[in-house]
């Protein structure tokens, strides 16, 4: 039996009035790959609140690792990467190296110097996102798509079980999305990382993940990318109606907007 790392029972959340998420069951097993899909304002970013233990939902239950979310202690297991992170700013005087040592903060103590001992560790997580020629390349000099990169090795560097992105192409020009979805699917499979991809692009992780859950207040789908693959148009339709149109194509719309 595989273990549950993440567990959320029949979870209802609203701001005010009205439910913004309803009736959610999620399960997610140890070195599953999932994509959390939905078109926006679908309640992706009020799941991952909660899922992050920011906001508390009024009804249903919410486990990490099989601990009640309110007795669990062991945050460090998760690693997270913010939208916002490809939004930083270039101007930082900081090398790729040290942006990633600045993950050990946690681990090593504030004012002990991050040396020898994790020198492997940090390594290890540049090479892991494929950023090994820019180690002492100022963090500012680099493309969106590589920025990323270096936040999700500042990610894994304290070696977390679980780790949660948030749109985490936003930033990357379109020819290099798949190349880093590539690199997911490999942190995946190579490290038995369990991860959770949260995105409006459904298209193009389908093929990646190993497990696919589309959000609109409910989760209208939740299982195998197999099975999701066999839905046909209707059944999408039937999920997201008109949006399924705008959820397909988005990133196309994104690119013509930008001509
Ligand atoms: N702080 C808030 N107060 C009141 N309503 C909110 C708040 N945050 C979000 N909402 C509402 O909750 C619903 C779900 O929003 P949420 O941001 O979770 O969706 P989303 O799928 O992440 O959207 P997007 O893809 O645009 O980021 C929306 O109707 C939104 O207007």
Not at 4 to 23: A, G, N
Not at 54 to 68: A, C, I, M, R, S
Request: proline letters at 3%.
């Amino acid at each position: 039996m595989p273990s549950p790392i993440l567990e959320l029972k029949d979870v209802y959340f609203r701001y005010e009035r009205d439910w913004v998420l309803e009736h959610i069951d999620l399960t997610i097993n140890q070195g599953q790959f999932w994509a959390l899909v939905g078109p926006n304002g679908s309640g992706k970013s009020t799941m991952l609140k909660i899922i992050l233990g920011l906001l508390t939902p009024q009804k249903g239950t919410v486990k990490w690792f099989g601990n009640d979310r309110k007795e669990f202690k062991h945050w460090e297991k998760i690693g997270y990467v913010s939208q916002k992170a490809n939004s930083f700013n270039t101007g930082f005087p900081a090398t790729v190296y040290e942006v990633v040592a600045s993950g050990l903060v946690k681990k090593a103590g504030l004012f002990q110097r991050i040396g020898k001992k994790y020198r492997k560790d940090i390594l290890d997580a540049i090479s892991a996102v494929g950023m090994s020629d820019f180690l002492q390349r100022n963090i500012g000099e680099l493309s969106g798509g590589q920025q990323q990169r270096v936040f999700i090795a500042r990610a894994i560097v304290s070696k977390p079980e679980v780790l949660i992105l948030d749109e985490p192409t936003v930033g990357i020009d379109h020819q290099h999305v798949q190349a880093f979805y590539q690199m997911l699917e490999q942190l995946n499979k190579e490290s038995g990382m369990t991860l959770l991809l949260v995105t409006h692009d459904m298209g193009a992780v389908s093929t990646r993940v190993s497990h696919v859950a589309c959000l609109h207040k409910h989760l209208h789908f939740h299982g195998t990318s197999n099975d999701f693959e066999q839905l046909d148009q209707g059944d999408l339709s039937g999920v997201y109606g008109h949006e399924v149109q705008l959820l397909q194509h988005e990133h196309v719309h994104e690119e013509e907007l930008q001509r």
